[in-house]
């Protein structure tokens, strides 16, 4: 559990899902994990499998309207764009943060501060499908 704007929390998956679309590999898988964090923070994972962002790209992909690498040096077109931008924005509104893991696959990962341990007897509640009257 995280404390967290429920509609901003979906609104930074969908720009990440939809860069994954857009960038990863066509036909690739896109992997959308929760995980618990160490100790204060919770995280969502969203990977694909592209062959990850460089070093020199690594934060600025994260700038408004930003360049990479490659389209500075003539190799493609376009520009990272306002997605990334805009999500982690909100992810630091909440007292979180979006970042890049090194290496590939790409991978981003959104941490979110954690909302504790669940009350004593939501455990029960939380596992088990809820049945809806008929």
Request: charged share 20%; hydrophobic share 45%; proline share 8%.
């Amino acid at each position: 559990w995280a404390l967290a704007d429920p509609v901003a929390t979906v609104r930074i998956l969908r720009i990440l899902i939809d860069n994954a679309l857009a960038h990863g590999p066509a036909g690739g898988a896109i992997a959308v994990e929760v995980v618990a964090g160490a100790g204060e923070r919770a995280h969502v994972v969203v990977r694909d499998e592209g062959p990850g962002i460089g070093p020199a790209d690594r934060e600025r992909m994260f700038a408004r309207f930003e360049r990479g690498s490659a389209v500075r040096h003539g190799r493609a077109r376009g520009g990272f764009g306002l997605g990334l931008a805009i999500a982690r924005g909100l992810a630091l509104r909440m007292e979180g943060s979006l970042t890049l893991d090194p290496g590939a696959p790409t991978t981003f990962r959104l941490a979110l501060p954690a909302a504790g341990p669940l009350p004593a007897g939501d455990e029960d509640r939380l596992a088990e499908p809820s049945a809806t009257p008929g």
